[in-house]
């Protein structure tokens, strides 16, 4: 229950049930002109000790104020209004910073002796004291610092209160209370004003009611009035202006003046209520001396002219920035550092006149949006096609930039607006997120370096049926790996696999590693389900089935740029309170997921990628070094690009909101849908390499991008199949050549290779497989022998034989052979042999 309605009826209800009306007004008239007599006890009675036991202590508690969300312009430094939060649109300010026509005003009409009495006028006080002793409302007659009282006690109620409405309530029943209740209530209004004269002077309580005052709908205190109503500042609001102002304090929202349209009150009778107490007030200001008549007449004959500066509240008032302004507002919502649940950190957004300095570039924002929009139409006669694009400061996890293809809105509706925010995840107001194609190939790149292999390793990337192992549940199985667009397989290099995304090349590093190693590679770089669930890690999973939200993709790969160092995100820099003390704001958790020679050579390797690999289209080629990677899904539904600079990781999803639309079926902007991602890319990020320019990347790690060398295996006497796949699986290619040689092997089957068995080979060499023909045999090594012991070697393995001319005689050594000894050759070659 309202903290104000407990207090009302628990406490001054039964009080009264003991103290008559009439004992009740004798106390109010002696507060009234003699406070020191009441406070001191001189003459008490029963009356005045009922008087003195109601407490005197008002505690001032900070003014529910507006919160305003700034984003940076395109200097990085100069703060631009993106929204503001407000259940009441208050800005409080200093004495000096109210014109003294509002104070002269306020005085001469609520409270001409309000710098003489002690906090209660007397005469006001018996006219409310006799209303309600007649059974009438209680109004009327309270002096400026009861009225400020009175405000500051409903303030309260509306505040303590978990909804506006809630609040209202309570204000509503406090206000319009009668008989005793209304007794109660200026009773208790009576004893804390007289005690607030005690701790406060006149001018901080005029002060006070100035901020705190009600001046219709939403608006509340002298310079949001004068801003709202008239354009213009409370310090420099004109005599009229304020005369204005101040009139509409009896009744705020019959006497406002914003709503032309009014039968009773609107601009087609001049405001006419409105300019009659105007009126009203200017004569009080004139008979208590505070204008002239000159100024006076002057005044009473200017009509009531506002110039309303419309309200602007919500994201929607931020324009392309919208979904970045719900981000923030997310971000707070679910934060414990503004309270202890989301219901109290949004009421301190809505009522804590906090000024929040976000992390957004203008700059940066700017060229997001703009290439958005200019390729991808807000809706399409094809599909719900939609785009979105997320850029993050590496090493520090700031949100620099937040964009998307369609319109935020909270009130209109239709299928160019939505408030989900396709950049994040679901618990922070965006979708349940889109299948990450080959941007999640990133993580085995990673884990392949993480576990000492080389880019210039050699894989066996066919098209062939691979089985993927995990040490996690679910995690293995076995899958045929395609290529997309139906590209060939083959043995390849890592570097060459990233730069070409060939799905069977990580397939085949994916078979050396272990699939749950790699998911925890992903999470450590950040990379999480949008929906909130755990990312899978069967066998597809390393081509990018997970649904992810582009911040967490960009949070990824400025992790690479930054050296392996993982922050997570963060949307605002800094937060001041309404006294101009700095608030703590969320901060970015950084930690060092990989070493920083890992994500060296992992950024050398998605280098190729947008030079001359997949991801080119979309380099802008303007000097700075990028990295990047492209991904695709199944029946291209989904398309990404994501990368970096060392100083901007932009991760850009062009895909299906909702359907399955073949986007290489359709034309999106001036190209195929598939393809819409390079130019939108390209543009974004000119226009971060110029606000926020990158350097180079460093070296990698030479002993993760060196040459392997591998020993060819043996096998001779293998099928040619057997043979293949066994060299084949230590990262080898194969060739066979197509004519038979003779050898001792069995027809059909290995009879040797090429670099031969047992030989040490960069990894990657081809290798020539030559298979037997089925009738060789084995040429035995006569070097040395005399020329009749060679004869019967030779011709007894099967062989004719052929000797030169120095091989006469009887002491003849054999000194060459051809062919040579130990090769294989068809049984009735011939062997021709020489002696020295």
Not at 10 to 30: E, R
Request: net charge negative; hydrophobic share 35%.
């Amino acid at each position: 229950m309202p903290h104000q309605k407990r207090t009302a009826r628990g406490v001054f209800g039964g009080l009264l049930g003991f103290v008559g009306l009439s004992v009740a007004a004798g106390v109010l008239v002696t507060a009234a002109v003699t406070p020191a007599l009441a406070l001191s006890g001189m003459g008490a009675n029963n009356t005045i000790k009922v008087f003195n036991s109601l407490p005197d202590f008002l505690e001032i508690t900070p003014l529910m104020e507006k919160s305003t969300i700034y984003a940076y312009d395109s200097d990085g430094t100069t703060p631009v209004q993106l929204a503001q939060f407000y259940d009441q649109n208050r800005q409080e300010v200093q004495w000096d910073d109210i014109s003294q026509y509002f104070k002269d005003a306020a005085v001469a009409k609520e409270d001409n002796r309000f710098y003489e009495h002690g906090g209660v006028d007397v005469i006001g006080t018996t006219r409310a004291v006799v209303s309600n002793a007649l059974g009438q409302n209680v109004q009327g007659g309270s002096s400026i610092t009861q009225q400020y009282v009175k405000n500051t006690l409903i303030q309260r109620c509306v505040s303590d209160s978990e909804t506006l409405e809630e609040g209202e309530e309570c204000a509503t029943a406090y206000t319009t209370s009668n008989g005793s209740e209304g007794m109660a209530r200026k009773l208790k209004e009576m004893r804390y004003a007289i005690g607030l004269e005690k701790k406060y002077s006149k001018d901080e309580i005029l002060r006070g009611y100035l901020n705190i005052a009600h001046f219709g709908g939403v608006t509340y205190g002298v310079e949001s009035a004068s801003q709202y109503y008239f354009g213009v500042s409370a310090k420099d609001a004109s005599l009229v202006q304020a005369a204005t102002i101040v009139s509409m304090v009896t009744n705020p929202n019959s006497l406002r003046i914003d709503k032309p349209d009014s039968e009773t009150n609107g601009a087609a009778n001049g405001y006419e209520k409105t300019l009659k107490a105007r009126n009203v007030t200017l004569q009080a200001m004139l008979a208590y001396g505070k204008i002239t008549q000159e100024q006076y007449d002057e005044a009473s004959k200017a009509p009531v002219e506002p110039n309303i500066k419309p309200l602007q509240t919500g994201c929607e008032t931020a324009g392309g920035s919208a979904y970045f302004c719900d981000y923030v507002i997310n971000v707070i919502r679910n934060s414990p550092e503004f309270g202890e649940n989301p219901t109290d950190r949004l009421n301190l957004l809505k009522r804590g006149g906090l000024d929040i300095y976000t992390t957004l570039n203008m700059k940066a924002q700017l060229s997001s949006e703009q290439a958005i929009h200019n390729t991808v139409p807000k809706t399409s006669t094809v599909g719900d096609i939609g785009a979105a694009a997320t850029t993050i400061e590496p090493g520090t996890g700031r949100v620099l930039a937040m964009a998307q293809s369609k319109d935020y809105s909270n009130t209109q509706t239709g299928p160019n607006f939505t408030t989900v925010n396709y950049n994040t995840t679901y618990d922070y107001g965006g979708s349940r997120g889109f299948q990450s194609g080959s941007t999640y190939k990133l993580f085995t790149l990673v884990d392949w370096l993480m576990n000492g292999h080389s880019v210039n390793e050699v894989v066996r990337g066919t098209i062939r049926d691979y089985t993927l192992t995990g040490s996690c549940p679910e995690s293995g199985g076995t899958y045929k790996f395609r290529n997309s667009g139906n590209a060939p397989g083959s043995n390849l290099s890592v570097m060459s696999a990233t730069a070409r995304s060939l799905n069977t090349g990580f397939a085949a590093m994916a078979e050396q590693l272990d699939l749950c190693e790699i998911r925890d590679v992903a999470k450590s770089l950040g990379m999480k389900r949008a929906d909130g669930d755990e990312l899978v890690a069967y066998p597809t999973s390393i081509i990018g089935v997970n649904e992810v939200a582009p911040i967490d993709v960009a949070g990824s790969y400025a992790a690479i740029a930054a050296q392996g160092k993982y922050c997570t995100p963060v949307a605002i820099d800094r937060i001041v309170g309404p006294d101009g003390a700095e608030i703590q704001p969320p901060q970015s958790t950084c930690t060092q997921a990989i070493p920083e020679n890992v994500a060296n050579t992992a950024a050398y390797a998605l280098k190729g990628v947008m030079n001359g690999g997949t991801g080119a289209a979309g380099n802008p080629y303007d000097g700075t070094q990028l990295i990047g990677k492209t991904g695709t899904t199944d029946n291209r539904l989904h398309t990404w690009l994501a990368g970096a600079s060392t100083s901007a990781a932009v991760a850009l999803w062009v895909g299906n909101v909702e359907g399955k639309v073949d986007l290489a079926n359709i034309r999106i902007g001036n190209t195929a849908g598939n393809s819409a991602r390079f130019g939108i890319w390209k543009q974004i990020m000119t226009g971060i390499d110029e606000a926020l320019p990158g350097g180079a990347f460093p070296a990698p790690d030479p002993n993760l991008t060196k040459v392997v060398t591998r020993s060819v295996p043996n096998v001779t006497g293998m099928s040619v199949e057997e043979a293949t796949a066994t060299i084949e699986d230590k990262g080898f290619s194969v060739t066979v050549s197509p004519d038979p040689v003779p050898s001792t092997e069995g027809a059909g089957l290995v009879a040797r290779t090429d670099p031969a068995g047992g030989t040490n080979v960069n990894v990657g060499t081809g290798i020539t497989i030559y298979v037997s023909s089925g009738n060789g045999a084995t040429i035995p090594d006569v070097v040395g022998e005399t020329p009749q012991e060679a004869k019967q070697q030779v011709e007894g393995a099967g062989f004719a034989t052929k000797f030169d001319k120095n091989c006469e005689g009887d002491d003849k050594r054999v000194t060459t052979q051809s062919p040579g000894g130990n090769t294989d050759a068809n049984k009735g070659d011939t062997v021709t042999i020489g002696c020295g």
